[in-house]
């Protein structure tokens, strides 16, 4: 286990306050040392750094914060961009980056981050009415530069911060076709001890010859996590907003199982799905016992989830108890299952154990008067998207001993 760098900060994109000297787009990665810089680095300079002379090779770019008080020094150097970020951003070494000509900073990478994903495409040929990120036409995004830079990333990943678990999502990442598998293939062969989590609808493992060059591609380290929403295909269908989805999911999934991929099935928990979330968990237990492991899932409320929350949001709570026999069933059929995006005082203890901390860092938060609940160390907390009128839940209650 990697031990987390306590100074990183979680951000995902920032925009630099000011800038000097940027002229062009830069991709790197990020050195905190400066003395074994190459050109293609970009040196982040920590509070307590020394100032260096660079003297030797000039770095891609140089980033400091506002509090620093070497900044004319450096703002003056004329020799390669500086860019000034606020106080509270801090990066570590080894994180990849890009800076767009107007100073924003794009973090691909982040070695103290236990969720590093890539996205790989936001295209998707489901719609689901909960969709927190809803896809974009795929004319928008240039595929092939997107995998180009995932490519570029991984190219640069250090030896010391290979990732334990690398997560590709979209968008839909099948649409890719081949670039998905040249791009598994190549974190494989650059980290083979990662294990990819591949988020997918799994319509594409329809087709098993595709699945067969997955598999040879990841080496044996991959998990899909691919969801499936009812044990029919009339609700199944009508939740991904494409007739015929179920059907190619359902041979999706016993296709990965020939091909021995570990599948982890992923049901977000909402209205619909609860009316007929045991007939769901009956039918996973009796025709798929081969998944590694069942995710049930509370919504995020982003994207269409926002949009449709009148139909669909219903509170934890409310369904707490059929979440409990949901995991009964499963369980009695020697299923593993957990419980992702869901805190703890809102389901039964019965539970609790099956309850994963799995909002990413970058995305999670607690209210206030969590600050005084015992158990907040082991609660996986709230969506930092969530606002008054988009709240998973009325009963918060704190544990107090
Ligand atoms: S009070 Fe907060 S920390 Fe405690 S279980 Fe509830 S949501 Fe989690």
């Given at each position: 286990m990697k031990p987390v760098i306590p100074q990183d900060t979680c951000f995902l994109f920032t925009q630099a306050e000011s800038t000097c000297g940027l002229d062009k787009e830069i991709f790197g990665k990020v050195v905190t040392e400066p003395g074994q810089i190459t050109n293609r680095d970009i040196v982040y300079l920590a509070a307590d750094t020394v100032l260096p002379s660079f003297q030797g090779a000039c770095p891609a770019a140089l980033i400091y914060s506002a509090e620093d008080c070497r900044a004319p020094a450096l703002w003056e150097n004329g020799r390669f961009p500086v860019l000034l970020v606020k106080p509270n951003i801090v990066f570590s070494c080894g994180d990849i980056i890009s800076i767009s000509m107007k100073g924003r900073i794009h973090r691909h990478y982040r070695t103290a981050s236990h969720n590093n994903a890539f996205l790989v495409t936001e295209a998707c040929n489901n719609l689901c009415v909960m969709c927190p990120q809803p896809p974009k036409p795929a004319r928008i995004v240039d595929p092939l530069q997107l995998e180009a830079s995932v490519a570029a990333t991984i190219d640069l990943l250090d030896d010391e911060h290979l990732p334990e678990t690398l997560c590709i999502t979209g968008g839909e990442p099948t649409m890719l076709s081949e670039g998905l598998i040249r791009i598994i293939d190549k974190i494989a062969k650059r980290s083979p001890l990662t294990l990819i989590h591949l988020l997918t609808n799994g319509r594409y493992f329809y087709y098993e010859s595709y699945v067969a060059h997955l598999a040879a591609a990841a080496r044996g380290n991959l998990l899909v996590g691919i969801p499936l929403f009812a044990h029919v295909s009339d609700i199944h269908d009508y939740i991904v907003q494409s007739r015929g989805a179920f059907d190619q999911t359902l041979v999706g999934l016993l296709n990965c199982y020939k091909q021995g991929i570990s599948i982890e099935l992923r049901i977000v928990l909402h209205q619909t799905t609860i009316e007929s979330l045991l007939d769901l968990a009956e039918f996973i237990a009796k025709n798929f016992f081969f998944v590694k492991h069942v995710a049930l899932m509370g919504m995020e409320n982003m994207g269409y989830a926002k949009l449709n929350w009148s139909t669909l949001s219903i509170d934890p709570w409310d369904y707490k108890d059929t979440l409990s026999a949901a995991v009964e069933i499963l369980q009695r059929y020697g299923i593993e299952t957990r419980i992702f995006n869901l805190p703890l005082c809102v389901v039964n203890s019965d539970v609790h154990a099956n309850?994963?901390?799995?909002?990413?860092d970058f995305k999670n938060t607690y209210p206030l008067i969590c600050a005084q609940c015992v158990k907040r160390e082991d609660c996986g907390g709230f969506?930092?998207?969530?606002?008054d009128k988009f709240f998973l839940t009325q009963h918060i209650t704190p544990f107090l001993v």
């Amino acid at each position: 286990m990697k031990p987390v760098i306590p100074q990183d900060t979680c951000f995902l994109f920032t925009q630099a306050e000011s800038t000097c000297g940027l002229d062009k787009e830069i991709f790197g990665k990020v050195v905190t040392e400066p003395g074994q810089i190459t050109n293609r680095d970009i040196v982040y300079l920590a509070a307590d750094t020394v100032l260096p002379s660079f003297q030797g090779a000039c770095p891609a770019a140089l980033i400091y914060s506002a509090e620093d008080c070497r900044a004319p020094a450096l703002w003056e150097n004329g020799r390669f961009p500086v860019l000034l970020v606020k106080p509270n951003i801090v990066f570590s070494c080894g994180d990849i980056i890009s800076i767009s000509m107007k100073g924003r900073i794009h973090r691909h990478y982040r070695t103290a981050s236990h969720n590093n994903a890539f996205l790989v495409t936001e295209a998707c040929n489901n719609l689901c009415v909960m969709c927190p990120q809803p896809p974009k036409p795929a004319r928008i995004v240039d595929p092939l530069q997107l995998e180009a830079s995932v490519a570029a990333t991984i190219d640069l990943l250090d030896d010391e911060h290979l990732p334990e678990t690398l997560c590709i999502t979209g968008g839909e990442p099948t649409m890719l076709s081949e670039g998905l598998i040249r791009i598994i293939d190549k974190i494989a062969k650059r980290s083979p001890l990662t294990l990819i989590h591949l988020l997918t609808n799994g319509r594409y493992f329809y087709y098993e010859s595709y699945v067969a060059h997955l598999a040879a591609a990841a080496r044996g380290n991959l998990l899909v996590g691919i969801p499936l929403f009812a044990h029919v295909s009339d609700i199944h269908d009508y939740i991904v907003q494409s007739r015929g989805a179920f059907d190619q999911t359902l041979v999706g999934l016993l296709n990965c199982y020939k091909q021995g991929i570990s599948i982890e099935l992923r049901i977000v928990l909402h209205q619909t799905t609860i009316e007929s979330l045991l007939d769901l968990a009956e039918f996973i237990a009796k025709n798929f016992f081969f998944v590694k492991h069942v995710a049930l899932m509370g919504m995020e409320n982003m994207g269409y989830a926002k949009l449709n929350w009148s139909t669909l949001s219903i509170d934890p709570w409310d369904y707490k108890d059929t979440l409990s026999a949901a995991v009964e069933i499963l369980q009695r059929y020697g299923i593993e299952t957990r419980i992702f995006n869901l805190p703890l005082c809102v389901v039964n203890s019965d539970v609790h154990a099956n309850c994963a901390k799995s909002i990413s860092d970058f995305k999670n938060t607690y209210p206030l008067i969590c600050a005084q609940c015992v158990k907040r160390e082991d609660c996986g907390g709230f969506f930092a998207s969530s606002t008054d009128k988009f709240f998973l839940t009325q009963h918060i209650t704190p544990f107090l001993v």
